[in-house]
């Protein structure tokens, strides 16, 4: 799966941020880092789409073979979970946005507070919903992303960029992070806009793994996921 500038790294922002400034329901920050974990409908074992993934995971973590071909393997996540919302806190996204190359200097608090407003919107449109419905989410964020597509050349050849030089930060990061879940959407599959598969974790994530199946934000959730199973197997 190839993703361009919108569909990934665009994309990993908009995730980023609803970690960083909402909840797993986008009510408000839970504390967590990003990852990039599967949209797969897990069932009630953790099972990911046609009953393998998450319910076999081995206690160590990984797949049902231990490689994580089906749950989150080596080099798809950092083990520790963390990313660049990690960087951020409640009061200050600078770290953040400058981890993505997006915004270099402090924003100011009305900024701040309008970042905080689009990242709620932004969450709407992660994890398991109708097409239609998270179709037409997308739609009403590219409304109010309100951008103005241009084509430059600073990189010698002619591409996209979806708000115009010295355009409003926060209105750069609406257009740009609009834009890279519409891409997901229309280009690779809307599925990969999802949740961890972990209860109590909920992050958002961006899968942008080869095969889809991602069920974890993390090696880390994958492997407590996977223990928390095996315990709850022993006998009693």
Same mark, same amino acid.
């Given at each position: ?13 908009? /995730? ?89 200097? /402090? ?67 609406? /257009?740009?992070?609009? /834009? ?57």
């Amino acid at each position: 799966m190839h993703f361009n500038h919108y569909g990934g790294e665009a994309a990993l922002l908009a /995730a980023d941020l609803v970690n960083a400034y909402a909840g797993p329901d986008g009510a408000g920050p839970n504390g967590a880092g990003p990852g990039e974990a599967d949209l797969g409908e897990a069932g009630p074992d953790g099972a990911g789409p046609g009953g393998a993934g998450l319910g076999e995971a081995s206690p160590d973590g990984g797949g049902r073979d231990g490689t994580g071909r089906d749950g989150v393997g080596p080099g798809e996540a950092d083990p520790r979970g963390a990313g660049p919302g990690d960087t951020a806190t409640a009061d200050d996204p600078s770290a953040l946005l400058a981890a993505h190359g997006v915004v270099e200097h /402090a924003l100011g608090p009305a900024q701040r507070r309008d970042l905080r407003t689009w990242a709620r919107r932004l969450a709407d449109c992660f994890g398991p919903q109708d097409l239609a419905e998270r179709c037409a989410r997308l739609n009403r964020l590219l409304e109010e992303a309100s951008s103005r597509p241009y084509i430059a050349l600073h990189d010698g050849t002619p591409h996209f960029h979806y708000s115009a030089p010295g355009a409003d930060p926060v209105a750069h990061v609406r /257009a740009l992070t609009a /834009a890279g879940l519409a891409y997901i959407a229309c280009h690779a599959d809307a599925r990969r806009l999802g949740r961890c598969a972990r209860a109590g974790c909920g992050r958002a994530f961006v899968d942008t793994s080869r095969a889809g199946r991602r069920a974890y934000c993390s090696v880390r959730c994958a492997n407590n996921d996977a223990v928390a199973r095996h315990r709850a197997r022993r006998p009693r």
